[in-house]
């Protein structure tokens, strides 16, 4: 383990798939399988000198589970999107699909979104699609959100604790979890930064689950890796900075407006001149709402110069190992309760040497 409990493994998954929320206008594309040979996979170069950035954020994490619901504000509508954990890249268009589906019925003229981390982005476009004129009103911009440290793998984990969620809950994580899954599907490409990508996970076969396609447990000799058991699947990872990037522009063209305010609570919210309001302020909401489950749960990255040799991704006991263009994401911590957004040297040091240790161990033929 790496500085705390690994955010990758064990994986939480239900089989499953809900019923799917209504996608318009598109259809699902096929995976395009990675061309990696499963014997011999080229190694990550782990050395303290090839760091070129370390990284903390904070996930906003709620054992109950993220929160999409609507109240009353006065003569208002006051709809929460937040506490999305480790999966709030994941589940961002599911959640800002139900989201939308609460708030806009019945509803005309501006709409308020607060925040402008991926759930105020996705939202926004949400409701601009639905026709409706949008102004964000955020604290800060990416790249100062947790939205853009994120390690960007289409995963939901980490984001519940599996005693503590209502059936309700459930059904809203399940139509969430099939939305986004087939959202991103349609934003593959170099423009959003989206690709799909061979994880090798290590750990013993699982059940098959939609959101695995592909996926097989491979026999010793046919991976590199110097673990016992992996499994090989394929998923969608996303380049958070040039996501959100393409999000926010994406707003702008669509006629949306940006305000840089931070809102204090319920009562500052209301003084807004929009009678619907999005509230996505991930963490944020802790404060602003007072909720107190809502906890920081830090991840810290250590990110190499970029391998684009390097086509696959791994998740295990050493951590995790996602390629992007911009660089080569190591990961990884999940430290519920720590404030900080300093990476700790101590523990950016045992991410690297688990990941050194890895690949070092690589039994490839010669
Ligand atoms: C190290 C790390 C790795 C991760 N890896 C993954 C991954 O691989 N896959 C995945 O799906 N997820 C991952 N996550 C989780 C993901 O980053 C979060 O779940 C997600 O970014 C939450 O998005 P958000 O929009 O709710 O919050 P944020 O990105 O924090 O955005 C919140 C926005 O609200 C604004 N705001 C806050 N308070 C106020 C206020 N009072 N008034 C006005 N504005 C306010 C902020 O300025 C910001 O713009 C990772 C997170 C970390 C830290």
Redesign the pocket.
Known sequence: MVGGVI?TLPRRHFVAASAALALPGCAATTPRIAPVALACLPRVNVSADRVIRT??????YRAQGFVVRAEALGDKRLVHN?G?????????WGTARLAADLGLPGHSGAVAV???????LSTARLVQEAGFPVTI??????P??????????????G?FERDAVTPEWRVQYRAARDYSWRRFQIMVGEDYGVRWLPVHAEGAPRAASPYRPGEQALAPGDHPFPVERVNRFETMF?ETGRYLRQLIRDVQMAGGAVRI????DRAELATLPETLIFN??????R??LGDMDLRPA????AVLAPQPDVRYAFTGNAGYM?PRPDGIIL??TFELDQWSTAPVEADIARILASHRALFGGFHCPA
């Open positions: 955010d990284v903390a954020g904070l996930r906003p937040y999305h954990g480790g999966a709030g890249i994941t589940l961002s607060i925040g402008s981390g991926v759930m105020g009103y955020t604290a800060a911009l990416p100062d959100t947790t939205s853009n440290i994120a390690g960007g793998e289409w995963s939901p984990y984001h996303i305010r931070k809102l204090a996505c302020t991930g963490l944020g909401s404060a602003m830090r991840g810290q990255l996602f990961g990884g």
